[in-house]
């Protein structure tokens, strides 16, 4: 898997992990992990509080996930996916 640290000011990072451990998945986005299933066996990880924690909107992710996503989201993709970040 990839994963994407994608910043509601549109900063990308790409994470050096391998398979990140939770720690690392709740640093990143900074409290508590909600999963979200996307096509193509990839997924984003963002803050469950995000609402409650008065979180940025993130309009770089929107098409991912039309919900809305508040703050950083890390996008895992596999090596073969074919959806765009």
């Not at 999963?35 to 963002?46: E, F």
């Amino acid at each position: 898997m990839k994963y994407t640290l994608i910043h509601p000011d549109g900063k990308r990072e790409e994470a050096s992990w391998v398979k990140p451990t939770l720690e690392q998945l709740q640093n990143a986005v900074g409290g508590y992990i909600e999963r979200v299933r996307l096509p193509g066996n990839a997924y984003m990880y963002v803050n469950e509080d995000g609402m409650s924690l008065n979180l940025p909107f993130n309009p770089h992710v929107n098409h991912l996930w039309p919900g809305g996503v508040l703050g950083v989201a890390i996008v895992a993709t596999p090596s073969n996916w074919k959806g765009q970040l």
